[in-house]
T-cell receptor
Framework: NAGVTQTPKFQVLKTGQSMTLQCAQD?????MSWYRQDPGMGLRLIHY???????DQGEVPNGYNVSRSTTEDFPLRLLSAAPSQTSVYFC?????????????FGPGTRLTVT | DQQVKQNSPSLSVQEGRISILNCDYT??????FLWYKKYPAEGPTFLIS?????DKNEDGRFTVFLNKSAKHLSLHIVPSQPGDSAVYFC?????????FGKGTRLHILP
């Protein structure tokens, strides 16, 4: 199993550009989520999904869109990048949202918006 | 308003001694509490969890204690090893959402 994969590893965007951060898992997990990590801020939940076709907002959803058309994939879209979105983004998945909540994280995408 | 607080940004412990990382929370409705460990340039990895109906959970060198009346949990690592040097995140979950603390950087000194 590859686990949780994220692409790209690094990305530089100009303000106003759009892009999609890719996330895929091969563990047949129902629950997937996106976090951003900023210095001194810990991990903050952006959006999450409890299964294909179902998504919901986390703590900091503004400026981001998600969709979940398959169990495996959970892309994060930035429609109009802003410098405040410079961060490290982590995707995570877990088997279920109702047990111990052990999540498996991807390696992260480091995004810089200039 | 921070619901999960890790008030110590960093902690240094001698190799072989006990490391104690602390975490406070404000929402008494959380179901589970978890600890994750993170190395630089990697994603966090799950370490140990505890249900809100328990007060202790142990896994090898790692033990998590939960004090519900004080809304406090702690992670004990005994004995501390060089590979334990990392950032440790405390997290709490309710329904479908997990809230993370800001993390504590643990340095294990030789």
């Amino acid at each position: 199993n590859a686990g949780v994969t994220q692409t790209p590893k690094f990305q530089v965007l100009k303000t106003g550009q759009s892009m999609t951060l890719q996330c895929a898992q091969d563990m047949n997990h129902e629950y997937m989520s996106w976090y951003r990590q900023d210095p001194g801020m810990g991990l903050r939940l952006i959006h999450y999904s409890v299964g294909a076709g179902i998504t919901d907002q986390g703590e900091v959803p503004n400026g981001y869109n998600v969709s979940r058309s398959t169990t495996e994939d959970f892309p994060l879209r930035l429609l109009s990048a802003a410098p405040s979105q410079t961060s490290v983004y982590f995707c995570a998945s877990s088997y279920s949202n109702i047990n111990t909540y052990e999540q498996y994280f991807g390696p992260g995408t480091r995004l810089t918006v200039t | 308003d921070q619901q999960v607080k890790q008030n110590s940004p960093s902690l240094s412990v001698q190799e072989g001694r006990i490391s104690i990382l602390n975490c406070d929370y404000t929402n008494s409705m959380f179901d589970y509490f978890l600890w994750y460990k993170k190395y630089p340039a990697e994603g966090p990895t799950f370490l140990i969890s505890i249900s809100s109906i328990k007060d202790k959970n142990e896994d090898g060198r790692f033990t998590v204690f939960l004090n519900k009346s004080a809304k406090h949990l702690s992670l004990h690592i005994v004995p501390s090893q060089p590979g334990d040097s990392a950032v440790y995140f405390c997290a709490a979950s309710k329904d479908d959402k997990i809230i993370f603390g800001k993390g504590t950087r643990l340095h294990i000194l030789p």
